[in-house]
């Protein structure tokens, strides 16, 4: 351990963490694929959405959904700009995206994902790096019900498929909130290490 107490006070103000169903919850820190993948998205929605009504924001912002529920996602979307404050967002996003850590996969796929839902947000990504998948939630009648879970196979899954299975491949979905966006796999797991 270093004992540089200025390195020390650095590292501690860089720690992150949530509040989660009032339980204060540390984040692992963010490893490199996780970072470009985080990155990817953002970069596709924030093209998108230049000029337009709503607002990509990148990880590293707390959405303040209840006194209990001080989340940092990965990406969101939000179209209501009178919720951005200068120390975050406060009320509902119409997107968040998580991209699964193996320490925090957990809490993304069950409390995380649950908060989500009870404070309204529209559409839920959770995004497995070691799966190279992406799982869209869309909020209908106050509950998350799984839309589709789409996969980027390997070159040497897609060796083992079938000519009609290949064909049968999702590689591009929508993003629910806007028509005319394509989201492409290739774009989201591009460049990963």
């Known amino acids: 351990m270093n004992s540089n107490l200025a390195y020390q006070d650095d590292a501690w103000k860089k720690r992150r963490e949530e509040l989660i169903d009032?339980?204060?919850v540390m984040m692992s820190p963010a490893a490199t694929n996780h970072t470009f993948t985080a990155s990817n998205i953002y970069y596709l929605f924030a093209h998108y959405l230049r000029?337009?009504?709503?607002?990509?924001?990148?990880d590293g912002t707390t959405v303040y959904l209840t006194?209990?529920?001080?989340?940092?996602?990965?990406?969101?979307?939000?179209?209501?700009?009178?919720?951005?404050?200068?120390?975050?967002v406060h009320g509902t996003p119409d997107?968040?995206?998580?991209v699964l850590s193996?320490?925090?996969?957990?809490?993304?796929?069950?409390?995380?994902?649950?908060?989500?839902?009870?404070?309204?947000v529209p559409e839920y990504w959770i995004v497995d790096l070691s799966n190279r998948s992406v799982e869209v939630y869309l909020l209908?009648?106050?509950r998350y019900k799984l839309d589709n879970i789409y996969i980027l196979y390997s070159a040497e899954e897609l060796e083992d498929m079938t000519d009609e299975e290949k064909t049968a491949l999702v590689t591009e979905f929508k993003c629910h909130l806007y028509d005319d966006l394509i989201i492409r796999l290739d774009d989201i797991f591009y460049d990963l290490i």
């Open 102 to 120: 193996p320490s925090t996969a957990k809490n993304d796929r069950s409390h995380k994902k649950d908060a989500y839902e009870r404070s309204g």
């Open 95 to 98: 997107l968040v995206v998580e």
């Open 67 to 88: 006194d209990k529920d001080h989340l940092v996602p990965d990406f969101m979307v939000v179209c209501d700009r009178d919720k951005i404050k200068r120390n975050g």
């Open 51 to 58: 000029g337009k009504k709503c607002t990509p924001i990148a």
């Open 22 to 24: 009032g339980e204060v």
């Open 140 to 142: 209908e009648d106050g």
